[in-house]
């Protein structure tokens, strides 16, 4: 609360959040949130993407001129919000098997004994993945695994990278990462992160019972000089629409929840551009994405779909009652999507739309073609599971 009410902070936190979660002071907005969205009761575990962190200060060693966060403003509101919220690191470009090692490490370090649920951006949920099926090191249990914009069957701008970098020059490009603040690790992440990679990642590293699985994925039309362009026009000739660098079908895994538009790989992360939000706004295209309030709803889908605890009477965003649960997820797809909470039509989790080890989605037998926050494949098929 006391970093909130620095108004250079509260300022900050009312650019990553929806307006109609925002009020005129920390404490009236935190007031609103605990009315609006549920906390889980076990901990949140949030695992960054290749080049990621937790945190860097930046300048000399011994009087730094900055810290920077990677996932900026979301833990700060989420335990505003009473989540008990760990940020983790990694090496930032070893691969998820060796990533993984240290994520579970560190977990056990805190959580020992304890229930968890996992939160993956990018290649952060491959790592959460192997952790999830195959490592055994540890005492505490994964609830859940929520991947946002993970390369689950790869990125073909990883080929496409690789093939223009070469091969024999990949170590010393990984020697320049590592004179970065967010260095580190052996750069096996960019051979890990190909499609022929990961299909043999999916074909060895099957869900694990019990662990609920869900994904999002999210799309974005970079400018004619925007950072994005060249990965993004990669990824859109190979595999099609995406955030710049993880296309929607790499992207689903689990329970699919939908597809954020005009959202580029790190906007999810909370790296929004502030400039660009504005003008979209001015030509009339605002854009609705908010990275605080779609991880206080990814927190709330968890409190009431895995932990099964009640919607709030009265004041719940799902309503009261029974059936709350059931269209927790749908509801929150639309709200991200900036489509409202009314009405969920035949849209709940009791069509949940899984998607299979080779990126088609079932069948839900209730996704209106026309709905556009709904990603679903063209082709309506069900497939199995990688076993």
């Known amino acids: 609360s006391w970093w909130w009410s620095q108004s250079e902070n509260k300022d900050k936190v009312d650019s990553i959040l929806a307006e109609d979660d925002r009020a005129d002071t920390a404490e009236q907005e935190q007031a609103k949130m ?19 962190f937790d945190s860097v200060k930046i300048g000399l060693a011994s009087t730094p001129l900055i ?3 990677h996932w900026r403003g979301i833990k700060e509101v989420l335990q505003a919000n009473g989540c008990e919220v760990l940020i983790t690191r990694v090496p930032a470009t070893s691969s998820p098997s060796d990533r993984a090692k240290v994520l579970e490490q560190r977990i ?3 959580y020992a004994g304890r229930a968890v649920h996992l939160i993956g951006h990018s290649m952060g949920g491959l790592d959460c993945r192997w952790l ?3 490592l055994a090191s540890h005492s505490f249990t994964v609830l ?3 991947t946002i914009a993970t390369p689950h069957r790869g990125s073909s701008f990883a080929d496409h990278f690789l093939s223009t970098l070469g091969k024999q020059n990949l170590s010393s490009f990984v020697s320049l990462i590592d004179l970065l603040p967010n260095g580190g690790g052996d750069g096996s992440a960019f051979e890990s992160l190909t499609v022929d990679a990961m299909r043999s990642f999916n074909d060895h590293t099957p869900d694990r019972a019990g662990v609920r699985y869900f994904s999002w994925g999210a799309t974005y039309d970079p400018g004619l000089i925007d950072t994005w362009k060249w990965p993004h026009s990669v990824i859109l000739e190979n595999e099609g629409p995406n955030d710049g660098l993880v296309s929607v079908e790499s992207s689903k895994w689990g329970t699919y929840l939908g597809t954020l538009t005009d959202v580029n790989h790190l906007d999810l992360v909370g790296w929004v551009n502030a400039a660009r939000y504005k003008w979209a706004s001015f030509r009339g295209k605002e854009i609705h994405f908010k990275p605080a309030t779609f991880y206080l709803g990814i927190a709330d889908l968890l409190a009431r779909e895995v932990e099964g605890q009640a919607p709030i009477a009265g004041v719940g965003r799902h309503g009261g009652g029974s059936g709350g649960e059931a269209v927790a997820a749908v509801d929150l797809g639309r709200r991200v999507a900036g489509e409202g909470s009314s009405g969920v039509g035949d849209h709940g989790l009791g069509q949940e739309r899984r998607s299979g080890g080779n990126g088609k989605e079932a ?5 209106s073609d026309d709905d556009a926050w709904d990603a679903r494949s063209d082709e309506s098929e069900t497939f199995p599971r990688p076993r």
């Open 34 to 52: 605990h009315r609006k969205y549920l906390a889980p009761s076990n901990p949140i575990v949030f695992c960054h993407g290749l080049m990621g």
């Open 67 to 69: 810290e920077v966060t």
């Open 108 to 110: 056990e370090e805190v």
């Open 132 to 134: 999830t099926t195959h």
């Open 144 to 146: 859940s695994l929520t």
């Open 363 to 367: 069948d839900d037998g209730g996704a």
